[in-house]
């Protein structure tokens, strides 16, 4: 399923270039006056597509057709192990929905929120990939006559709040040298877009907004590639959502530091408004971007680096470690916050650089570390990982079965899949066939921050007020909740409520 990780190169330079902006003719990139040693410059193509519900042959397809070095796959779900053995590619990885040509590391510190590619050997790029929250979608809001300030605040609520959980982490790359990319379906357009020369260009631009999350990343040094390429939204929108008049470019390509934009092109069915690369049939809703880079990749620091973080019960953990200075270290798995003194299995390694790999099936489903340490014993980097079991069953329950009008129900679950974009909903007991009945509460596992955050196996929830869906309260009667699976409707649990 996965080629061998490649051994990571130990030589080191004094320099590393960081910035990058424009595309053929701008400037080149500034050397930095330290930070981590580059590579060697080289080529690299990115995608980001949404591919639709777990998609089909025929994303499948354009995906195999594209032929990205890096894919940011966006609603793949489960069935991204699939796509990558249909599409030819080596390496994928659940958690962050990526597809590669390159080993994708989850290194130490990373927190599940972003990889890194090692596109030559020892040497990396930074990628995030992210789906934002599609509820209160703010052109549609507009459109109502809800004044813009209420707009505003509403996307930050919903929106803004969730990119600012990775932007910290891009960030700081930014600041240590590396090459960044993000590619994501944001669901909301971009400040760069709605401007005061495209109002009236298209129906419900009417004047400029700045829209918060493209604010956000433009504002931390992340270049909009596709409006780098195509600067003028009124010759060249690039809807990706909806059609060329009401639809909103709201998938995206961002970059930084050391990646220099050579092309952008969206991707969509043949003939559809500024389609660059057509593909009969499209079977989507969204269109995709394609951009291409000259890159920079800068060397693979000190790292306890997982394959994966999220796994499923059985399957092995591929670890790497990297730990110039330290020929001999052991790597134990321990309980999530536990310590290397007390493993549940270990295993001593020669060389400062290696892989290793641990077999899950003896770990029950839930949380655990993975810890790098010295001959003395001293912690060198920890990094952890999610086992979810091989069975859809979750265990779910309330902390209570009788509550009153009006009071909030606390939901707890263990054991769960760990899908992004899990979620909970309500039933009448009477009508709780979520193939077939309407739910009425509802809420993602991880809420608004469902695409940004990396799934876990366990979580809570309180269903009141704040509650996506209606009736809020429930009126007095029977409830079926249910655990159901990546933003469809297949249960993997449920507990049953009553409101008197």
Known sequence: MRRSWRSA???????????????????????AEAGLAPGDARELSV?????????????????????????????????????????????????????????????????????LIEVEPGFVVAMVNTHLDYVRYGPRLLRNGVPMADVLASEDEVRTSSIEVLTPSVEQLLAEGYPVF?????????????????????????????????????????????????????????????DGDRGDRIDYLYAG?????????????????????????????????????????????????????????????????????????????????GSGAEPLASQDVEGESGETSFDTAPLAPGGYDVVLTDPDGSELERNSFWVRSAEDGVSLTTDRTTYAVGEPIEVTWDGGPANRWDWIGVYERGAADPQRDDYLLWGYTGDHDAGALPPTVFGDMTLGPESQGRPWPLPPGDYRIHYLLSDQYSSAGSVDVTVE
Request: proline residues 8%.
């Open 47 to 115: 995608l980001t597509y949404n591919i639709e519900y777990g998609g089909d042959r025929s994303t499948d397809a354009v995906i195999e057709d594209v032929d990205a070095d890096v894919v940011g796959v966006l609603e793949s779900y489960d069935r991204l192990p699939e796509i990558a053995r249909r599409t030819g590619y080596p390496y994928y990885n659940l958690g962050l929905q990526l597809l590669s040509k390159y080993p994708i590391h989850e290194p130490s510190g990373a927190d599940g929120l972003y990889s």
């Open 9 to 31: 190169a130990t030589g080191m330079a004094a320099l590393v270039l960081v910035g990058c902006t424009g595309v053929d003719g701008a400037d080149r990139p500034e050397p």
């Open 182 to 242: 993000l590619t994501g379906d944001l669901n909301q357009p971009s400040s760069l877009d709605w401007t005061e020369e495209g109002s009236g260009a298209r129906v419900g631009v009417t004047e400029a907004v700045p829209w918060p999350v493209s604010e956000v990343l433009l504002g931390i040094g992340l270049r909009d590639t596709f409006r780098e390429v195509h600067p003028d939204p009124v010759e060249n929108p690039g809807v990706t959502f909806g």
């Open 257 to 337: 530091g050391p990646a220099l934009t050579r092309t952008s092109e969206l991707v969509g069915e043949t003939g559809g408004p500024d389609v660059d690369r057509g593909y009969e049939p499209w079977t989507s809703d969204h269109r995709a971007v394609l951009s291409t880079f000259e890159v920079t990749p800068v060397e693979l620091r000190r790292t306890l680096s997982l394959e994966r973080r999220l796994l499923t019960e059985g399957e092995q953990l591929g670890v790497l470690h990297h730990a110039p200075g330290h020929p001999r270290t052991t790597i134990s798995v321990v309980p999530e916050g």
